[in-house]
């Protein structure tokens, strides 16, 4: 997830382990002294046009003094214009105004801080950026919303638990010659339809409908630091966890970085060609760091206050790339919600997935989330929920996921399911669950239950988590891989290295089975459901297309894996009963068998019960067999039971078959039987 991580930070990053620190004050210090800062929430932060002319604001309390610096261009060049600006000690900002509207041109910022002028800054509000972002942008943004755009909205969301997430970056998922797609790694990408692979698969945005998922997360699009705008002949790739200017989309994804105006409407489009196909998308924020350290726009504006640090003076670092944001000093605050208010607002995001979520405190947290909800109530927040490292924030106020249940409208990705389903992420050896080794069973049943209190687990035996730390199903994420660590095909052919590829996808589709039926939100990476790999490479975040790009001839390859997920998600969406929506439900109606893992490991029996959340079928059996042998469940009495899943086969329409008595679940495999 990192620009500079190392694969020991990567593994630092899943752990939790800012949980495993002893507690520190809740500030440094070194950092007490900007809690004294005035602070300024207004909404002419930065910069507003209107018909008196062009006005400026900027907070830098501590400046000696601050100029102003006006362009012709967004990159290269003297300034044409250099203006004072004035200080106004009430709010810690200083302010400028030319009578024109400077549509068209550029600016900078730059600070005088303890004697020395530091490098200018388009300041920390930019919103439109010229190439690379080192100049902020005057454009009118009402000539950047598309056709139709006042009209446009995402997709009602009633609860989380209604949501499938699909976790994509913009170069993978187009960049192939096989996608088919003329706008290869653009945000442009996703607002064609009609494209197809070469044998004739539907790709890009028709593929996400075929598909059947909810949403879209993609990685971050905001403007960030390690792609060069003006030789996008290169070809660099990076995820983007190294932001540089937060409220601006990324140019190397618009088809002309140096317009920014170009790079605000095409990735409208793309949102708008997404709400039109019925798609959420959540965007992928990377608050918790910069960067930059001294480089970065917060010090080159405010130095010292917007990032934590210890006692003599160090930057903490949380985040495992060298700082971490201070979300717990006023103007920071305010600055997170703003942002993600701007997104939501003026780009109709529907969700924010926070990376390394508990770098910040839970009361900022739980204002993005209030915040939101009031411009739309169906946006979805959830992050990681853990930091890569110690920081001077104590355990106790960190948006971590065991504090989730202090969080409103919140969720956090379960590690449990995750590590327990496929092995641990950091051994590339290490089976789990659904390949085959023994020992998982009760994590996975936190899992299934998202994390809730249950009177059937016992979690003094979870791996990951020893308390029910969710309050509810919608507090919880479920995945197996991400666009972190191995992808599953690459797991499973690490952890599973005598195996055919078939076996192996036999247990991807036992895995996924385990996410697309527990409680809470499914989550899957994209290309999972055509068995896409990323060739063993473990922290792809700076390797080339050859390594992250989806090889779309996968699909007809693998088409037999792309209906089971299609399967999986119409299943979920059809079926109430796998959304419950409170724990309560959730210790009613789910009903585990007893059955000894110590005498049957890798076997997992559960029933859900009474029509549970209002769905049709009134009792549904699901069975995983994560073992090399056959197992028989034995069935309750009563009616036959009509079977809708089995040996890696879905259909809903016709079933496989009605089974009285008892069932034999085949290895590596779900099971999954219904009766009315």
Known sequence: MRKTMSILSAALLMTGIGTLCPSASARSNYDKQFAEYPTYNGEDLELTVDKDGTHFRLWSPKAQEVKLNLYNTGLNGKPYESLPMTFHPENGTWTASVKDQLYGKY??????????????????????????????????????????????????????????????????????????????????????????????????????????VTHVHILPSYDYNSVDETNLQDNTYNWGYDPQNYNAPEGSYSTNPSNPETRIKEMKEMVKALHD????????????????????????????????????????????????????????????????????????????????????????????????????????????????????????QRALKENVAKMTDIAVFSDDLRDAVKGHYSNAEDRGFATGKPGNEETVKIG????????????????????????????????VSCHDDLTLTDKLRKSMPNASDEER????????????????????????????????????YKSPDSINAIDWHLKALNRDQMDYYKGLIALRKAHPAFRMTSAEQIAKHLKFDNIDSEKIPNLISYTLKGNANGDTWKDIKVIFNGSDEEQTIKLPKGNMWNAVVKEGKINLEEGLGSFKGSVKVSPRSATILYRQ
């Open 107 to 212: 600016y900078t910022f730059q600070m005088k801080h303890d004697g020395k002028w530091l490098s200018e800054t388009p300041g920390v509000w930019a919103k439109a950026v010229g190439a690379n972002g080192k100049r902020a942008a005057i454009i009118n943004l009402a000539n950047t919303n598309p056709e139709g755009w006042a009209a446009d909205k995402g997709p009602k969301v009633d609860n989380f638990t209604d949501v499938i997430v699909y976790e994509m970056h913009h170069r993978d998922f187009s960049m192939s010659p096989s996608s088919g797609i003329a706008n290869k790694g653009k945000f442009l990408a996703l607002t064609e339809t009609g494209t197809t692979s070469p044998d004739g698969e539907m790709t890009g945005i028709d593929h996400l409908k075929e598909l059947g």
């Open 277 to 396: 196909a019925g798609i959420g998308v959540i965007m992928d924020v990377v608050y918790n760091h910069t960067a930059e350290n001294d480089g970065s726009n917060f010090e080159l504006t405010a130095p010292g206050y917007y990032h934590r640090h210890w006692d003599d003076g160090r930057y903490s670092d949380a985040s495992g790339c060298g700082n971490e944001t201070a979300s717990d000093q006023q103007q920071m605050r305010d600055y997170i919600i703003n942002s993600v208010k701007y997104w939501a607002d003026e780009y109709h995001i529907d969700g924010f997935r926070f990376d390394l979520m508990a770098i910040h405190d839970i009361e900022t947290m739980n204002q993005v989330a209030a915040d939101l909800k009031k411009i739309n109530p169906s946006i979805f927040v959830y992050g990681e929920g853990w930091t890569a490292g110690d920081s001077p924030l104590p355990a106790e």
């Open 448 to 479: 299934i239950v998202a994390a809730t209190a249950h009177p059937q687990v016992d979690y003094s035996k979870g791996n990951n988590s020893k308390f029910p730390y969710a309050s509810s199903p919608e507090m919880i994420v479920n995945y």
């Open 505 to 540: 996808m036999a247990a991807a589709k036992l895995a996924q089975t385990i996410v697309f039926t527990s409680q809470g939100t499914p989550f899957m990476f994209a290309g999972e459901e055509i068995f896409r790999d990323k060739k063993g490479v473990h922290n792809s």
